[in-house]
C-alpha cells in the first residue's frame, strides 16, 4: 500500500521496536507534523485475550472521558412528560415521542447519541433496522436506556464514550483530538485504560491486555507498553 509524504514523515517518528509509556506516546503524538487540514481524532485500540464467542466474555459499556472527545454531540431524546422535561433542561438537541420516532423512520439521523427511557423502548425498537447498523440503538449497559435523564443527558455532552469488543476481541475509542494538550489526552488515556482492566470478564484466562496502540487519524499506530495495565 503506497503511504503518503505525512504519513512516512510521522512513521519515522516512531520506534516500531519499542513499547512506549502513555506519556511518551502522547509526546511523539504531539511531536508529529499536523496535517493542517482538520483537527485529527486520537484513537486507542485493544486487542484482549478473550474470547468474544462466549457471551460471558463480551465487554460492553461507556465512559466519561475526563476532558472529553473534542467532539460537539448532538443528543436526540425519546421521552413523554417529566422525562422529556428534563432532557429538555438538560440541553438535549431533539426530545419527542411518536413525532421523533415517525421522523427517525422518515430518515432522518441528525445526531450522535440516542437516548430513551424504558417505558419508550418498545416503539424505538421498530427503529432497529435504522438505528442498529449506525450504533444509534439505546442500549441499558450504555447507560442510553435510563430514566435518569438529567444524568444521560449530560453525560453524552460532556464527552461518553461507547466500548465494545469486536468479533476478533478488540477495542477500539476516540480519546480525543490531536490539539489536545497533551496532559489532557494522557489524563483520557489512563481513564480508558483503567476502565478496560476494571472490566475484565472472571472467566478470562491466561493474558488479558496483549497490546495496545494509540494513533490520531492520518498516522501509524504507537505500542504501548502492556505492564502499565498491571498499575491500572
Known amino acids: 500500500m503506497k503511504r503518503s509524504k505525512l504519513y512516512r514523515e510521522r512513521l519515522a517518528k516512531v520506534d516500531r521496536s519499542k ?33 468474544p464467542k462466549q457471551s460471558d466474555q463480551t465487554i460492553r459499556g461507556a465512559m466519561v472521558l475526563p476532558n472529553g472527545t473534542g467532539k460537539s454531540v448532538r443528543v436526540c431524546v425519546v421521552a413523554e412528560g417529566d422525562f422529556a422535561i428534563k432532557a429538555k433542561e438538560a440541553g438535549a438537541d431533539e426530545v419527542g415521542f411518536e413525532e421523533l420516532i415517525n421522523k427517525m423512520k422518515g430518515g432522518w439521523l441528525e445526531f450522535d447519541v440516542l437516548i430513551a427511557t424504558p417505558a419508550a423502548m418498545k416503539q424505538v425498537r421498530t427503529l432497529g433496522r435504522v438505528l442498529g447498523p449506525r450504533g444509534l440503538m439505546p442500549n441499558p449497559k450504555t447507560g442510553t436506556v435510563t430514566e435518569d435523564m438529567a444524568t444521560a ?80
Not at 23 to 33: C, D
Not at 35 to 49: N, P
Not at 185 to 209: D, M, S
Open 19 to 51: 513499547a512506549y509509556s502513555i506519556e511518551e506516546a502522547v509526546a511523539v503524538l504531539k511531536s508529529m507534523p499536523s496535517s493542517k487540514k482538520f483537527d485529527e481524532t486520537v484513537e486507542v485500540a485493544f486487542r484482549l485475550g478473550i474470547d
Open 153 to 232: 443527558v449530560k453525560e453524552a455532552k460532556a464527552g461518553r464514550v461507547e466500548y465494545r469488543t469486536d468479533k476478533g476481541g478488540c477495542v477500539a475509542l476516540p480519546v480525543g483530538k490531536l490539539s489536545f494538550e497533551a496532559g489532557k489526552l494522557v489524563e483520557n488515556l489512563q481513564a480508558v485504560l483503567a476502565t478496560i482492566i476494571r472490566v475484565r470478564p472472571a472467566t478470562c484466562k491466561g493474558v488479558y491486555l496483549k497490546n495496545w496502540t494509540v494513533s490520531a487519524t492520518m498516522g501509524p499506530g504507537i505500542h504501548l507498553d502492556t505492564k502499565v495495565g498491571a498499575k491500572a
